[in-house]
């Protein structure tokens, strides 16, 4: 009787204890952090959750297959529901993986991605063409990069961080940051057509009406 009485504790321990990790499981991943709001339900772009997620998320591979619509400009709306927030934390922890950047502050937009970050790298053009096409790797083509590695700027790209494309003055003030961020090296052109931050004539045209 006392073996049993043993057994039957040590059962309900263990069930006590998997429900309290359940609990504190799901209080690390329901909470709002300083970059993103992580919940079991985050499928989209990324997976941190490991092999208990997704089975062989190290293996499978990805395809997907889309046809041009017929509509002029209608596949510009697979985008919209694009999780801005997510793509902001890939880029930025993509970038702190390159040699001599240790800080990344990432901003994106709906055509925009703004970075600053602190780096103690000796060529400093080489790093931002590398934080540059890291960004461009992550987001759609049609989108432009800048950046920047003054520190100071760092708390601006934050501060924007507050408003949305539907905020007064947002655009406004998303262009004066992009005339500040453009003061520092941005790498190298993206190739013969678009510039170093992937504006084409047309796009720098726009910009200025």
Not at 79 to 93: D, F, G, T
Not at 96 to 111: E, G, H, K, M
Request: net charge positive; hydrophobic share 30%; proline share 2%.
């Amino acid at each position: 009787m006392k073996k049993l009485a043993c057994i039957a504790g040590l059962c309900m321990i263990t069930a006590l204890t998997g429900c309290a990790n359940d609990t504190n499981n799901r209080g690390i991943y329901e909470k709002s952090g300083n970059t993103l709001n992580v919940n079991n339900k985050r499928t989209e772009l990324y997976n941190e959750g490991g092999a208990s997620d997704v089975r062989n998320i190290s293996t499978n591979y990805g395809y997907v297959r889309h046809q041009k619509s017929p509509i002029m400009n209608d596949n510009n709306n697979h985008y919209a529901s694009l999780n801005r927030e997510q793509v902001a934390n890939i880029i930025s922890r993509y970038s702190t993986n390159i040699p001599n950047v240790n800080d990344v502050a990432t901003l994106v937009t709906d055509q925009e991605v703004l970075i600053a970050y602190q780096t103690d790298s000796k060529d400093r053009n080489l790093t931002a063409d590398q934080v540059k096409r890291t960004a461009m790797s992550v987001v759609p083509r049609y989108y432009h990069v800048y950046v920047t590695d003054q520190q100071s700027l760092l708390r601006d790209v934050e501060n924007l961080s507050h408003l949305d494309s539907t905020s007064r003055n947002a655009r406004n003030s998303v262009n004066h940051l992009i005339t500040q961020m453009k003061k520092s090296p941005q790498g190298a052109p993206m190739n013969n057509s678009e510039n170093a931050n992937g504006e084409t004539a047309d796009d720098k045209m726009y910009r200025t009406k």
